[in-house]
Each structure stands twice: as structure tokens, then as C-alpha cells.
């Protein structure tokens, strides 16, 4: 059975840190897809970031060069640096994997139920 437990969410102001970390079980970080997503208040789901197979990265326009995905297989376990917050960064944040594509674009198979961030100005 696959579980994604995020934890690291929390309320903080403008141009603070946060990570995010993603416990995975029952399913292997290594040679797959990885991704966080993010659903703000009256917005829909968005992808924040994804992590490739190969290990490149690719980030939403809204978070490059403040954001930064990355993984430790021996943990298995997967993190979002979030640095420089801003208050339209606030919203659930959600841990996937499983999707297929050499760029990580079909439909992830596994989540985690979410961990709020709150961003204050």
C-alpha cells in the first residue's frame, strides 16, 4: 500500500522559509516522477514543481528561483525548499509521484493529503 505523508507546512510571513518534506512508503523515489502541487484558496490545483526521473527539475513561472525540489532515496523521502514566500504562495500543498512521460506529464498515480501554508504580508 502507498502512502505520502507531507509534513513542514505553517504560517509565516512574507520573504520567510519553509520545507516541505514528503515521507513515501509501500513505493520507491528513485527512477520515478516526483512533484509537488499546490491548490489556493478559490483557485484550482496547480504544479508547482516536478522531479524528473533523470533528476532535472521544472518549476511553475510563479516559483522559479525561489523554489527547490529535491529527494533523498535512502529516506525515501522528497522536500520543497520554499524561500522568499509570498502571501499568493499560500495555499494546500501536495506531495505526487507516479506519473509517466519522459517530462512527467501524465496523471500521478499516488498523493498525500496535503500540508497547509499560510503566507502573511
Known amino acids: 500500500q502507498v502512502q505520502l505523508v507531507e509534513s513542514g507546512g505553517g504560517s509565516v510571513q512574507a520573504g520567510e522559509s519553509l520545507r516541505l518534506s514528503c515521507a513515501v512508503s509501500g513505493y520507491s523515489t528513485r527512477d520515478n516522477c516526483l512533484a509537488w502541487f499546490r491548490q489556493a484558496p478559490g483557485k484550482q490545483r496547480e504544479r508547482v514543481t516536478v522531479?524528473?526521473?533523470?533528476?532535472?527539475?521544472i518549476y511553475a513561472d510563479s516559483v522559479k528561483g525561489r523554489f527547490t525540489i529535491s529527494k533523498d532515496n535512502a529516506k525515501n523521502t522528497l522536500f520543497l525548499q520554499m524561500n522568499s514566500l509570498k502571501p499568493e504562495d499560500t495555499g494546500m500543498y501536495y506531495c505526487a509521484a507516479g506519473a509517466s512521460g519522459s517530462q512527467c506529464t501524465g496523471v500521478f498515480r499516488f498523493w498525500g493529503q496535503g500540508t497547509q501554508v499560510t503566507v502573511s504580508s
Open positions: 522531479l524528473t526521473w533523470l533528476g532535472d527539475s
